[in-house]
Structures are given as C-alpha cells and as structure tokens.
C-alpha cells in the first residue's frame, strides 16, 4: 500500500514537480502524528495503515473513488488538505493505546508450542534405498573401534590396528608421561579402510591412528602446514616419456609415510583406544613425530623425504617440487612422489634397484614391482609398440554404483546418436 500510494503522488512530477514534493511532505508529516515512541518510522507507517478510521483509510477511501488520483496535482494537494483536516487527534491516541494493551497482553500470555512432529530434513533421498541404507559410502569398511571389534572381520580389523601399533614403536613416535600442568592433550581416533586393487577385490585391511588435528592452536603446536604434491598431468607426461623411450616403470608405497616427520612443537596425545595398560593409565603421549591428522604431518614427512632423496643425488623438478631427476651420462632416472606413493621411472635397471635400495634403508617400503595401478588408474602397456594405455574404469564402476546406475545403458560416444556433421559446421573463423 505504502508503494501504490508514494507511486500515485510521485506521478505528480510530470506536471508538476513542486506540487508533488509539497504533498509528499505534508503526506510523510502526518505519520509523525502518531505517537508510537519507541518503534521505526517504517513500522508507525505499517501499523498506521491498518488502524481503523485513520487518515491512511480516508486517502484509501479518496483513491477509491476517483477524488484523488483523478485530479490535477493543485485540487489533488487540497484533497489532501481537507483529509489532514479531518484527522483528528484522539483517534489516533485511542489506536495508540490499543496497540499497547495489545502489546501488554502478549506479553503475559504463555507461548504456545508447535504440536508439529519435527524431523530432519530429506537430503540426497536419491541416494537412500529401500531399507534405509546409503550407499555414498561404503558401509562395509568400521567407523568406530568399538564396530571394528564387533564386525565379521574383526581378526582383521585388530591385525591391522596391532601393525599401526608396532609402526608407532619402532618408529617412536611417541613416549608416555604425566599430563603437564594446563595442557589439554588433543584426542585421537582409528579410521579403517579396504584397500583394494585394481580389479576391485580387497586387498589390505588398514587400520590408521588419526590424531585430532582440529584442535590444534596455531603458533602453540603447529605453524607451517603448506605441502606440495604431484600434479596428475605432470605423472601421466613422464609415463608418455617412458612409453615413448621404452623406461621402465616401478612403483613402491611407504608404509606409514607420515611417521617419519620429525616435530618441532611439543604435542600431547591421549592414547589410542584399546591399547592402554594399566599401569600407564592417565598418561599422555607426547609426540616425537608427526602422526596422521596433525596439520603439520604432510609438510613434515615431505621435508623429510626431500632430504632424504638429496642425499642420493636426485635434483628437485623447480615447477614440480615432487619430481626428481638424476642424470648420470646416458643413464636416466626419474622419481615421482604422490604422498606416500612413489613411481620411478628410468632406463637402467640396476641404478633403479639402487633408489629402491636407498630407500629401503631410510624408510619402511613396500615394493609393488612393476607399475600397473596409481592412484586409482590402471595401466595398460605393450612395450613392443611402444604404447601405453590409462583405464579409470574401476573408479567409474563405483561412482555408478555409488549412484545406483550400474544396470543403466552404456553409450560408445558423449553425445547423442544420429547427429549428422557436415563441413559447414566446422568453425571459420579463428574465434569460433
């Protein structure tokens, strides 16, 4: 109402524009009347609209009938002298204390609650089946430890968890010792996961100990987090470059990479669930080196492998921190690092069984022979034609699964079947 009125008076301007301000004043005026302390000017002029027998009602009652829209903007300006006019005060007091008995009586009048039945909103229904199930993610794979224990393959899941154990002592990660006096020591959990080849069958339980990283206070037990990591394009060149070559292609895995980082800030732990003694009960760990989940644990365990490597002669890639190369005359060496999986690439059998070697002695390794699946991308090679193939089809197998699209109609191209091309689509000019 407040816009069709102001609309109707600032239609005045085109024959008139002084007329139009004068009655846009004495229009805005009239609202100042009412005595509403406390409250917007915009909400006197909302709860002034729906009074009864106010002024507003009077110019609603004029607009109505043609006696006030109709005029030229000198007679429209008298109208609204005559309204004002008629507007009296007491009205307007009366409508005042309306309000507030109203206002009173809400006040003391017991809220009333909902009976509606409340329940959590329906996100991503279409991934929920029938029996309540969803299948984003795998619901094999343990989330506590408490389920590790009581799932089908619990020997396994405790076998996993007793070799994480072991990796933490004979790397000594930690020692225990009395909770230091106003040091709140930041939590711990296991995370399980299969991990399987590339043909989708399991083939490793692990069971990693996380440190609850969130908790972490900047400049008090952590600074410097940044850590650089291989950019896929850079690891599928340097496999066009062995196929192109005829290199060799060996791939290895660091078990718990994440353990040989080296902490300059004191940090404390509590100790992980299902591994405390009763003689070390209320002790805390206290890190010696970097754990799973600690902001700082990929940064330290990559500054730590970059020494490591150096020391074998390997030259750091400057545009791609995570790629060595060692040259040596005619033999060819090259070394991919992707967190804790490491591809090495070269044309000289043993100077490639030396780096494994090297390795084997700075870190714990697990040696995966020749390459045939990194990160999640099978590789297909024939060597006597110098071709090399990347397949994904075991991630986009789960992705259709995920999405419970595996029985759907596969199609030979992205695009739909029967679309005729000619010459005269092709682009002529350079900015097509």
């Known amino acids: 109402m ?72 000198r007679e429209g300006l008298e109208i609204l002298d005559k309204l004002a006019q008629n507007d009296t005060e007491p009205e307007v007091e009366r409508f005042s204390q309306t309000v507030e008995e109203n206002s009173t009586d809400l006040e003391t009048r017991p809220l009333r609650r909902s009976t509606r039945e409340r329940h959590e909103p329906e996100r991503y229904g279409f991934l929920v089946t029938t029996h309540g199930d969803i299948i984003l993610v795998d619901h094999d794979e343990p989330k506590t430890y408490q389920d590790a224990v009581l799932s089908p393959d ?17 790397n000594q990660v930690w020692t225990l010792v009395e909770p230091p006096e106003g040091i709140k020591p930041i939590g711990c959990k296991w995370v399980f996961k299969k991990k399987i080849d590339m043909d989708g069958n399991v083939q490793t ?64 732990m509590t100790q992980p669930e299902g591994f405390v003694t009763l003689e070390n009960v209320g002790k805390v760990c206290k890190l010696q080196r970097s754990i799973y989940g600690l902001k700082q644990a990929s940064r330290s365990w990559n500054l730590r492998f970059n020494d490591a490597i150096k020391e074998f002669g390997f030259i750091k890639n400057e545009d791609e921190p995570c790629v060595y190369k060692k040259f040596s005359g005619s033999i060819v060496s090259f070394l991919i690092l992707y967190v804790d999986d490491i591809v090495i690439i070269g044309n000289d059998i043993p100077t490639l069984q030396s780096v494994k070697a090297w390795l084997s002695s700075c870190f714990s390794m697990k040696d995966l022979g020749e390459a045939a699946y990194i990160l999640g991308v099978k590789i297909y090679r024939d060597r006597s034609r110098r071709l090399l193939g990347l397949s994904q089809s075991t991630y986009i197998d789960k992705v259709l699964k995920r999405f419970n699209m595996e029985a759907s109609k596969k199609g030979f191209l992205p695009m739909t079947h029967g679309i005729s091309l000619s010459k005269e689509m092709y682009p002529s000019k350079e900015r097509e």
């Open 2 to 73: 407040t816009d069709h009125l102001r609309n109707q008076i600032t239609s005045f301007r085109q024959e008139d524009d002084e007329a139009m301000h004068e009655a846009w004043e004495r229009y805005r005026d009239l609202f100042r009347r009412c005595p509403m302390h406390g409250l917007p000017e915009w909400t006197q002029v909302s709860i002034f609209y729906n009074s009864v027998n106010t002024l507003m009602r009077m110019m609603l009652d004029a607009s109505a009938n043609g006696t006030l829209l109709d005029k030229p903007p």
């Open 154 to 170: 619990s020997e396994k899941w405790l076998e996993a968890m007793r070799s994480e154990m072991d990796s933490m002592s004979d």
């Open 205 to 268: 339980y692990k069971g990693r100990l996380v440190a609850k990283g969130y908790r972490q206070i900047h400049d008090i037990d952590y600074d410097e987090t940044f850590s650089p990591v291989a950019m896929f394009k850079s690891i599928r060149i340097l496999l066009a470059i062995a196929a192109f070559h005829d290199y060799e292609i060996w791939q290895m895995y660091v078990k718990t990479a994440f353990l040989n980082g080296k902490l300059e800030e004191d940090v404390y």
